[in-house]
């Protein structure tokens, strides 16, 4: 059974590369793009206030990645401000870029799901009243937790730090999703988000042609992404908290 990881290519790699480490056939197919913004002021501007920010989420490792990519030059993170992570992942990002672990907020290491609202269980016990926040994110998203933080009092500003795209397919990509479609019983489809459903329902390829999802498995990891995967028609679908770990085990619980 091969695996195929459906996350932005550089996130895709990095998974494939682990599984490939635990004797896992795993295969990117990145069925979401990222890109940088087109006008990066907001950015800057981000830049030059966080010290004044009591907290900066980044709702992923690419809104991560991408709002340092703009940091002036000679620039670190600031004693002031702690960085919101909604897990792991987003986590080892932050701190290969500088942030120090101590600045760090994150859900749990046993959380149910790592998402907004364990992030939130971290978050909930403090005083948010006047408390300046700042939400790095794509363009758009969900909105759940700035508007939590702002029932509790705290004044929240979103800065978009990178663009999603539909995911451009090369031949080769083309050929592994040809491969998946005609196979379904022999692949096993990595989800971590919903748009990747949306987009891999929208590629030409599925949406030019009738396809019999049912016969297809799907491993998601959030209850949200696994109903989409069963709206799409997915009859098989397992969940897995979003850790390494965890994928890994559920991979080989399914087995052949």
């Not at 937790?145 to 009092?153: E, N, R, S, W």
């Not at 995911?167 to 990509?173: C, E, F, G, R, V």
């Not at 959030?222 to 799409?232: E, N």
Request: contains cysteine; proline residues 7%; charged residues 20%.
């Amino acid at each position: 059974m091969r695996v195929i990881v459906t996350r932005p290519a550089a996130q895709a790699a990095d998974w494939v590369d682990h599984l490939r480490a635990s004797a896992i056939d795993a295969v990117a197919l990145p069925l979401i793009g990222i890109a940088p913004v087109t006008d990066p002021s907001a950015l800057l501007a981000a830049w030059r206030g966080l010290a004044q920010r009591d907290l900066v989420v980044f709702v992923s490792p690419n809104a991560a990645e991408q709002f340092f990519a703009l940091r002036p030059h000679g620039v670190t993170w600031p004693a002031g401000p702690r960085a919101g992570s909604p897990g792991p992942g987003t986590t080892r990002v932050l701190v290969g870029l500088g942030v120090p672990a101590s600045a760090i907020v994150e859900p749990a290491d046993d959380a149910a799901q790592f998402d907004s609202e364990s992030l939130w269980a971290r978050l909930r016990t403090q005083d948010w009243q006047g408390r300046r926040v700042l939400i790095v994110r794509g363009d758009g998203g969900r909105d759940w937790l700035a508007q939590t933080l702002q029932a509790a009092g705290a004044q929240v500003e979103h800065v978009a730090a990178y663009r999603r795209l539909a995911p451009a397919l090369d031949s080769d990509h083309a050929a592994l999703l040809r491969a998946a479609l005609e196979r379904p019983e022999a692949h096993l489809w990595f989800f971590s988000s919903s748009e990747a459903i949306d987009n891999l329902a929208a590629a030409p390829l599925v949406s030019d042609a009738p396809t019999d999802w049912a016969r297809a498995r799907a491993l998601a990891t959030h209850p949200r992404i696994a109903a989409r995967a069963r709206q799409l028609g997915f009859a098989r679908v397992t969940e897995a908290r979003p850790s390494l770990a965890a994928v890994i085990a559920c991979i080989q619980s399914i087995g052949p």
